[in-house]
Every structure is written in C-alpha cells, then in structure tokens.
C-alpha cells in the first residue's frame, strides 16, 4: 500500500543517479538541492504517511514517520546540507556520489518501518561510507577502510542473525521497542552497539575517521554512530545496561583524547564520549531522557561536525594534523579559529550554546532516577570534554608554540559552511525551544536557570584552570595511542599464522596420503589384484615389489572387473568430499 509517493532515502538515491550525468554549476546545485528540498518535504510528511511491500507472509515498511523519525530526519538533512557546502569544491564525483548514498541509507534507516528495510540501509550504510576513508587514497586509508569494512560485515551479520532469530520467535517484522532479553535482542542490541562504538566494539570509529578526506570526516562523524543511536532510542529504551555502558563510554573517550595526538583522533574519540551521554539517557529510558538523547544528538551533529570541519580545514590548508606539527595558526586562520571555539564552547557546554542546552536533559534524567553515581560520572565526564576538546584542541592547534605555517583560511565555501554550524549552535544554545518542539515528548525543561548556570560556570573555570596548572603533562609527543584494535590487528596476525600452519600440515597428510600412497597402492592393485589379495592372507607375493619390477599385468579375471572401477569412484569421492569440506 503506498499513501506517500517517495521515502527520504530515494530521494537522496535519486541525486546519486542524476550526479552521475551532470557536470560544473548543475553539479554543485544538485548536492545543495537533494538535501533541502528532502528537509521541506519531511515537513510535509505525516504518521499516516507509509510505504509497504508485500514480501512472503509480511510486509516490508519504508517509510514510518513519527515525531522521533523526524527530529532524526531533520538534522540528517542539515548536516548534508552543511557537509556538502563544505564539499562544495571538489572536483569529482566520487566522494559525492558516496556521500549521497551514504545520508541516503542512513534516512533509510531512520523511517524503516520493519527490521528486514532496516538492515538493507544498513548495509548500504556501511558500504557507502568507506568510500569516503579510501578515497584520500593513502596506504593508511586503504589499510584503515579494509578494517572498518571487516568490522562492519561482522557487526551487520550479528545483527542479521538477532532479527532472523527474532522474527523466528516473534513472526513480527516491526521495528519497535524489545522488552524480553533473548538471544535473538541480545544480538540486535549488539549489532547496534557496534555502530555505536560502545566499548569493547569501538576501536573502529579511532582508527577509521581520522584517515579520511578532509570533508569526508565531516560526513563520516554525523550519520554512522547518530543512527546507532537512533535505533537504540528506538527499539532498546529503558534497558539499564545502557545506562553504565554509556557513562563508561564517556569516561573512556576522555582518556584516550587527552593521551591523544593527532588533533582528527582527538575528535574521534569525543565522538565516543559524547554518544556516551546518548546511550546513558537512552538507557535512563524516562521521557526527559529520551528528549535529552534525542536532542543531544541533534546538537551534537551540528557541533561535531563544525569541529571536524576547522580540522578539515587545517588538514587541507596544511597537509598535517598531529599536535606536534601544529600551532601559531590563529595569526593566518582566523575565521577558522572563530568558528572553532564556537564548536568548542557548544560540546563544552558553555551557556548561549547549543551542548548547554541538550546535555543538561540527561544529567538532569540521572537526578530524577536518583542515579547518584552515574550523574557523578557525568559530570567528571563533561569537565573532560572541555580539557580535551573545549581548549586542549583549539589550544595546540591554534596557539601552541608557532611552528611557522602560514596557511590561510581555506576556501570560500569552506569557510561559509563553517559559518552556517557556527550561527546553528549559537542559535540552538539562545534559543532551543523550536528544538524542544520536535522532541519526541513534552518538553519541561528550563536550562537557563541560574543554578544550572552557576554550576556550569564553575566545572568549566575550573577544568579550564587545571589545563593551565598542568599544560607541561598535557603537551603531547609523537607516541601512539594503543587501543583495542591492537588485540584485533595482532589477533588477526596469530589467527592467520595458526589457521596458515594447520592448513599446510593437513595438505601435506593429504598429499601423502591421495596423491602418493593410495594411488601406488590401487596402481598395483589393478594390475595384481590375486598376487595382493593372496599376499595379504600371508602369501610370499609383494604386489609393490613386483609392480616396480615391471612384471606384467595379471590375466586371470578372478575378481570380477567391476570392483576396481568401484574402488575408484569411491576413492574419487572421498577425495572431492575431503576437498570441499577442508578447502
């Protein structure tokens, strides 16, 4: 039954096809033009709108729309729209054509009506968004794309099997909220996770989005995890694992991005502290939690991405990004400057911006649950995340000892897509009630109240305070950062090694056995089957001996001529079954 002519997704699928026959002007319009005019037509849809397909005895569902589907929507459109004005100067067409299909699958995956759509986009997804990591086209990219790739294929086929096994229990298809803890929720709970990058399954994000293109780390850091995030929200709400899991996240991504040197890894691993916060409300599963995750994401898309374009920036302009190659850039970059404090001040939580004003909502979920310990670590975590991203990034990147880089601000509309974020995350962190009306419920909240105010002034001068006090311990060196990709790297090093060594004893075994042996052994069976036959009972006749020598064959058809044959095609056939079993 269709009552809506298109879902969101094809219409971005729709861009990707006429990329591929346009050039020039049309080009850079085509790229502008697919996001917005999908963010208006979202404005349009309603509940009643759906898209199904009869497949066997179910229905597949493209297009589910509610008000949760639609805050997700809403921003995904903004952050295209923003990417691809950051984008906007590249020449060809591959990183376009990768991006449309990657925001494409991920608004697939946001209005999937059952899981089966889900994880076609899904899928998509994945496949998409590594083109934007090899397409800086570096050892280190095709290395890093080859293992998120592998990482990702492992993660969409746990998945696969949680909703086989789910609809196998349930026979239902629709994408909802799972209450009961089976196997088969075990392993979609997983399969999001990993997208997620909860620990342990997050290594991927660090080592994947600091190699690749300048503008495809702004894609990358917006759709992958934030839809993760969305279908937690959506089917795991209220499951109190969440809730340790995502406070653990944002104590972990602090850690790693101050031992951090690279300013794009720095960035990445906020990206797990900060989807910490997310994951902790979703867990919290109360209606100001499920605003507060849901609201945060927004939020964070836009900030994130505006940090990752001033680190764009940097890289284009200089070619470099490590800490210790940087520094002085505020004297020559200075709208890039700007608009990354802007960012850094937003996912700091600074009042009049957008983090003071959405991150509040889950620390103030914590409260009302009386999750005494959790708003402890939620605090601590958010002081971090000024140490880390609201001035140990800008500070080394832009003011650090002056390494004699001279490069200017980068391209014009590089620098206008840096605005737009820019004036987004102001506007939000002034004036958040437009976003409080999308939310999924009501929104009760106030931020600006003078204790919140107060509170925030305080954590924030004092973080700020102990950056100064210890600057000498916070400068980085050139190290490298371990992580627990390194059990996968050097895992899959063993595993290779071991699986290597095993497979060539169990083909040198055969070699002697099918291609040596036996067939010696039935060579001169076939030529003296009485001799052997005889000599096996204790005769004095050596079957091998004599078929060495050269003797000839024996005539007397005392076996009948039918067993040799047989003899073969069963030895024939135990060597085509030991083949394609081991090989």
Known sequence: MINSFLTPAFIFFIGAI?????????KQFLILFIPAVTFFYLIKLTPEASITVPFMQYELNFLHVDKLSKVFGYIFCIAAFGSFLFALHLKGKLEHLSSLVYVGSALGVVFAGDFLTLYIFWEFMAVASVMLIWARRKEESLNAGYRYVLVHIVGGLILLAGILLYINDTGNLTVGRIQTQTLASWLILIGFMLNAAVPPLQAWLADAYPESTATGGVFLSAFTTKTAVYTLLRVFPGWEILIWLGALMTLYGIIYAIMENDCRRILAYSIINQVGFMVCGIGIGTAMSINGAAAHAFAHIIYKGLLWMSAGSVLYMTGKTKCTDLGGLYKTMPLTLI?????????????????????????????????????????????????????????FVFFAKDKGLRAADPKMNM????????????????????????????VEYHAYTGMHVVRMLQLLFFSGLAFFVFLKLLKRTETITLDSDWFYRKGSQLAVYVFTGISAGI???????????????????????????????????????????????????????????????????????????LF
């Open 507 to 581: 083909a040198s075994v055969l070699d002697y056995l099918f291609i040596r042996l036996l067939p010696s052994k039935l060579s001169a069976f076939s030529k003296k089957p009485i001799t052997i036959l005889m000599g096996s009972y204790g005769g004095e006749c050596s079957a091998i001996d004599d078929s060495e020598s050269g003797s000839s064959p024996e005539t007397t058809n005392f076996v009948p001529s039918g067993v040799p044959v047989l003899i073969a095609v069963v030895f024939l056939s135990v060597l085509a079954v030991t083949y394609v079993v």
């Open 415 to 442: 620098q206008w897509a840096m605005v737009f974020f820019a004036f987004l995350c102001i506007g939000i962190g002034i004036y958040p009630e437009p976003l409080y009306k999308i939310l999924p419920y009501p």
């Open 18 to 26: 006429l990329l591929l026959v346009v050039r020039g002007k049309a």
């Open 339 to 395: 608009c990354c404090s802007i960012a850094a001040a937003s996912i700091s939580a600074f009042p009049l911006t957008s983090g003071f004003t959405t991150k509040a909502m889950i620390l103030q979920a914590a409260v009302d649950k009386h999750l005494i310990i959790i708003y402890l670590m939620l605090e601590a975590a958010s002081a971090g995340v000024f140490l880390h991203a609201g001035i140990k990034f800008p500070y």
